[in-house]
């Protein structure tokens, strides 16, 4: 059980770059994996990054591998995601979700944020 708050969108050029967090409420956040999903405008949710419980293991969508970078801080109950480089094609709403990894697969669980809007302009 965990509340899940995006935070950190806005609008902002291409090639600049942005911090979303994600604040979790619940003692059980440490024992989550967790994931960063977005949505465009008349496409299905995909996945963008995930890290292990522990935050030794990251993952990465193609699309954004070596421009975002995510990491939590379980002191804080707060995962992020770093994008960097950023293109108007990441423009979406950003969700982020708790869940599991499965060897290097990440499971989506029942728990998601209520999304935060990130806009790149051309």
């Known amino acids: 059980q965990v509340q899940l708050v995006e935070s950190g969108g806005g609008l902002v050029q291409a090639g600049g770059s942005l911090r979303l967090s994600c604040a979790a409420s619940?003692?059980?956040?440490?024992?989550?994996?967790m994931g960063w999903f977005r949505q465009a405008p008349g496409k299905e949710r995909e996945f963008v990054a995930a890290?292990?419980?522990?935050?030794?293991?990251?993952y990465y969508a193609d699309s954004v591998k070596d421009r975002f970078t995510v990491s939590r801080d379980n002191a804080k109950n707060t995962v992020y995601l770093q994008m960097n480089s950023l293109k108007p094609e990441d423009t979406a709403v950003y969700y982020c979700n708790a869940g599991r990894l499965l060897n290097s697969d990440y499971v989506k669980g029942d728990y998601w944020g209520q999304g935060t809007q990130v806009t790149v302009s051309s």
């Open positions: 619940g003692r059980t956040f440490s024992s989550y994996a």
């Open positions: 890290i292990s419980w522990s935050g030794i293991s990251q």
